[in-house]
């Protein structure tokens, strides 16, 4: 166990659907990190929030949002969901803003109908 | 930015031989290098990493990286491979305090014969 909590594991939807991923970050971690994980597209880096603000923006579509709430979890919010955004969704967390090493979740596996 | 090339798709090898992964990665300065390990259904778990020092580092599960700064490379061994060590690697760069531009390469899955 990472420490890293995402919830949850699996989830089918169809088509145009919205729905919505969390992460606990490990105990004492301050960033939240989103990445997606698709066999064409390899680890792609989404999205970033340190302690409820986001840093940084990655390859996340405009139909993808996130947040990072006071307790520091963090919820990422997929709309008008399609099939391209079958994928794992993997939430990691660090203690720190800047370089440091990222602790990984399980990941929610997410399969669009 | 930074890039990573992992050039083996798909490794295999028996039980109890050598390893070694192969990571090539872009950067204009010494980056920050990780080795990452992804069991079926997991995660990705931190096998070990490099940010500045020695160039040959250890890692868990016996393994090691070496950093090779003239062939920017991070290649990952382990001399002696267990069955339990089929999964799949992957190496990432890092730039230097900044967590936002690390870049994964596209992972190695390592089969292991008995």
């Known amino acids: 166990d990472s420490g890293v909590t995402q919830t949850p594991k699996h989830l089918i939807t169809a088509t145009g659907q919205r729905v919505t991923l969390r992460c606990s970050p490990r105990s004492g971690d301050l960033s939240v990190y989103w990445y997606q994980q698709s066999l064409d597209q390899g680890l792609q880096f989404l999205i970033h929030y340190y302690n409820g603000e986001e840093r940084a923006k990655g390859n996340i579509l405009e139909r993808f949002s996130a947040q990072q709430f006071p307790d520091l979890h963090s919820e990422l919010n997929l709309s008008s969901l399609e099939l391209g955004d079958s994928a794992l969704y993997f939430c990691?967390?660090?203690?720190?803003?800047?370089?440091?090493?990222?602790?990984f979740g399980a990941g929610s596996r997410l399969t669009v109908l | 930015a930074q890039s990573v090339t992992q050039p083996d798709i798909h490794i295999t090898v028996s039980e109890g031989a050598s390893l070694e992964l192969r990571c090539n990665y872009s950067?204009?300065?010494?980056?920050?290098l990780f080795w990452y390990v992804q069991s079926p259904g997991q995660g990705l778990q931190l096998l070990l990493k490099y940010f500045s020092g020695d160039t040959l580092v250890q890692g868990i599960k016996g393994f090691e990286a070496e950093f090779k700064r003239s062939q920017s490379s991070f290649n990952l061994r382990k001399p002696s491979v267990h069955w339990s060590d089929a999964a799949e690697y992957f190496c990432a760069v890092g730039a230097p305090n900044n967590n936002n531009d690390m870049r994964f390469g596209a992972g190695t899955r390592l089969t292991v014969k008995p």
């Open positions: 950067y204009g300065a010494t980056p920050y």
């Open positions: 990691a967390s660090s203690d720190l803003g800047g370089a440091n090493v990222l602790t």
